[in-house]
Nanobody
Framework: QVQLVESGGGLVQPGGSLRLSCAAS????????MGWYRQAPGKQRELVAS???????AYEGSVKGRFTISRDNAKNTVYLQMNSLKPEDTAVYYC????????????????????WGQGTQVTVSS
């Protein structure tokens, strides 16, 4: 059964932190690079962080230095630690297969026809 379950979102003040989790089915997770995406209202879904099965990470420029992606291969789970949050980080966050290059450009990403979970809402506001 294909499954992606994101959790950990919430309302946080600017400068605060959140840790997101994504439990994935083995068919999506095992051996694949995984990424965190976000979609703000009226905008397209963007890939902001990725991690290979071996643990190599990459980030989109606006989150580099503030977000940290990690994975637990034994638990089929990927995490996103978000620090120094800004109002512009407000979005629904999703996980799925995906890979950024070292410079933060997209190597490949999951598409609209792929399975997506429900996402988790992150709101950064005072």
């Amino acid at each position: 059964q294909v499954q992606l379950v994101e959790s950990g979102g919430g309302l946080v003040q600017p400068g605060g932190s959140l840790r997101l989790s994504c439990a994935a089915s083995g068919s999506i997770f095992s051996g694949n690079a995984m990424g965190w995406y976000r979609q703000a209202p009226g905008k397209q879904r963007e890939l902001v962080a990725s991690i290979t099965s071996g643990g190599i990470t990459a980030y989109e420029g606006s989150v580099k230095g503030r977000f940290t992606i990690s994975r637990d291969n034994a638990k089929n789970t990927v995490y996103l630690q978000m620090n120094s949050l800004k109002p512009e980080d407000t979005a629904v966050y999703y996980c799925n297969r995906g890979l950024l290059t070292w410079s933060g450009t997209i190597f490949y990403r999951a598409g609209g026809n792929d399975y997506w979970g429900q996402g988790t809402q992150v709101t950064v506001s005072s």
